[in-house]
């Protein structure tokens, strides 16, 4: 098999509204948008590959045709997040009118949650005095970093994380395009892996079809340095069994073996520990102790040591449970 020297999720970035999959009731909304012409400001927020920055696109293509590139233009929040490009670059495009028949521009400005107070503040009054001749799309993470006077001007969009269903059916299409053969314990992986960010299992799915000619679980693991769920089973039923450095030796295979970082080994955690069949009160319990060591990362402590102390506290709970 030949891997074609593109970049799938551009190859595959949707081109019209129908075409994003995962989230059919704000597409739903925009086409409704689409059908009258016409768009007020728009917030997008959610996790990241969801869809946001696809959509904007797809429904400046679908408003504009052929021409959309003239009437808009893309930004990043994140490269210049200062009072400055909102008073100087956005301002000097918002203010010029529309090229050809287009009744507005559209501005897309993506990971406005970088955008200082100061800026958002200047943006909001930029928002107000252009609005007849362009549209702002705002497209953040985190909506509560978005000002309220900004917020309020705005119809907010909420995307959630693709569906398994969803994601798998679009992938298994990607496969037949490309002539990719994948077993069905590596479409579960995929899944795994991705947690509902379509862009990072496009780009795992490219990365495996470049080892070899059967996309499995065991590429898809090793492609995202991801440890396989049973793993971090083994790992916590090992520590709560009171077995200490048994478990200290199956952290040191998935941080030294699969490369992971603390940070990856507590998110993994999390999710085996939601997912697991243990009672809940103790579920409580692991879960509180797993955000004070994620804390604790976040503020700059030596990883190794605080996973083995989280292991050392999964054994003390071990032995008390039993």
């Known amino acids: 098999m ?54 904007a696109i797809a429904l400046a293509r679908d408003l504009f045709g052929e021409n959309w590139r003239d009437n808009f233009i893309e930004m990043n929040a994140s490269d210049e997040r200062g009072i400055d490009v909102v008073r100087h670059k956005i301002k000097e495009f918002a203010r010029t009118a529309p090229i050809g028949d287009a009744p507005f521009k559209i501005i897309f400005l993506d990971e406005a949650d970088a955008l200082t107070p100061d800026a958002q503040a200047a943006l909001r009054r930029t928002m107000e005095m252009y609005s007849k001749i362009c549209r702002f799309i705002l497209s953040c993470n985190y909506v509560s970093r978005i000002i309220e006077p900004i917020q309020s001007r705005c119809a907010v969009f909420k995307f959630r994380p693709v569906p398994p269903e969803a994601m798998r059916k679009r992938l298994l299409e990607i496969c037949e395009n490309e002539g990719v053969k994948i077993t069905e314990d590596g479409l579960e992986a995929l899944i795994y892996v991705s947690n509902g960010d ?20 065991e ?11 049973e793993e971090l089973a083994n790992l916590l039923e090992t520590a709560l069994e009171g077995k200490f450095m048994e478990a200290r030796s199956i952290l ?36 509180d102790k797993l955000g004070e060591i994620d804390f604790r990362l976040t503020e700059g402590a030596h990883e190794r040591i605080q996973l083995d102390a989280y292991l050392a506290y999964l054994s003390t709970v071990g032995k008390k449970r039993g």
């Open 2 to 55: 030949t891997v074609e020297a593109e970049i799938w999720v551009e190859k595959y970035r949707p081109r019209t509204l129908k075409e994003v999959v995962g989230q059919e009731e704000v597409i739903q909304r925009l086409m409704g948008y689409v059908e009258r012409k016409n768009i007020p400001h728009l917030l997008f927020a959610g996790p990241p590959g969801t869809g946001k920055t696809a959509s």
């Open 198 to 217: 379509f862009r990072k299992a496009i780009n795992a799915l490219q990365g495996a079809a470049a080892l070899g000619k059967v996309v499995d679980a």
């Open 219 to 229: 590429a898809i693991y090793q492609i995202t340095a991801t440890a396989r769920p």
């Open 252 to 287: 040191d295979k998935l941080m030294i073996e699969y490369g992971m970082s603390g940070e990856d080994v507590v998110s993994q955690l999390f999710r085996e520990i939601l997912s697991s069949g243990m009672d809940e009160k103790m579920k409580v319990l692991l879960i």
